[in-house]
């Protein structure tokens, strides 16, 4: 699956990201996060979408596991 990492990022560059990433892999993708606001923001935009999410802590990162 693809990944991408938005650590660092403000809002609403996570959000956009990971809208354009589902536009190339509608099937699934990877987002490395490094705070709750954009955690948050992205659950919100995948389950919109129709995605069911894992998230997996990565010591102080989260990574979400977004799959159709």
């Given at each position: 699956m693809e990944k991408i990492d938005v650590r660092g990022m403000s809002?609403?560059?996570p959000v956009l990201m990971t809208k354009n990433a589902i536009e190339k892999?509608?099937?699934g993708i990877d987002i490395l996060v490094d705070n709750n606001t954009?955690?948050?923001n992205i659950t919100r935009f995948l389950k919109n979408s129709g995605?069911?999410?894992e998230f997996k802590n990565e010591e102080e990162d989260t990574l979400i596991v977004a799959r159709k």
């Open positions: 809002c609403p560059q892999y509608p099937k954009a955690k948050n995605y069911k999410l």
